[in-house]
């Protein structure tokens, strides 16, 4: 896809130098992928504490061993 984007000069190479990227398209894929891990990971991370997968767990065995 292509777009017009109104980048700083000493950002985009900084994101050049840091990620290794042979051009710009490549260094900005690379940025927004990692970008969208970290958030994935962050999400995942603030459940801590929130599910209670033993119990799922249980039941999935209880389930898959009623199912038998």
């Given amino acids: 896809m292509r777009t ?4 700083k000069n000493d ?3 900084k994101v050049l130098e840091l990620t290794g990227a ?10 927004l992928e990692y970008f969208i891990k970290e ?3 962050n999400n995942l991370l603030n459940l801590k504490g ?3 997968l033993d119990e799922n767990l249980k039941d999935l065995r209880e389930m898959e061993l009623d199912e038998r």
Wanted: charged share 20%; aromatic share 0%.
């Fill in 11 to 13: 950002l985009i190479n």
């Fill in 50 to 52: 929130k599910l209670h």
């Fill in 22 to 31: 042979k051009n710009r398209s490549q260094a900005i894929n690379d940025v």
């Fill in 39 to 41: 958030k994935q990971i």
């Fill in 4 to 7: 017009t984007l109104n980048l």
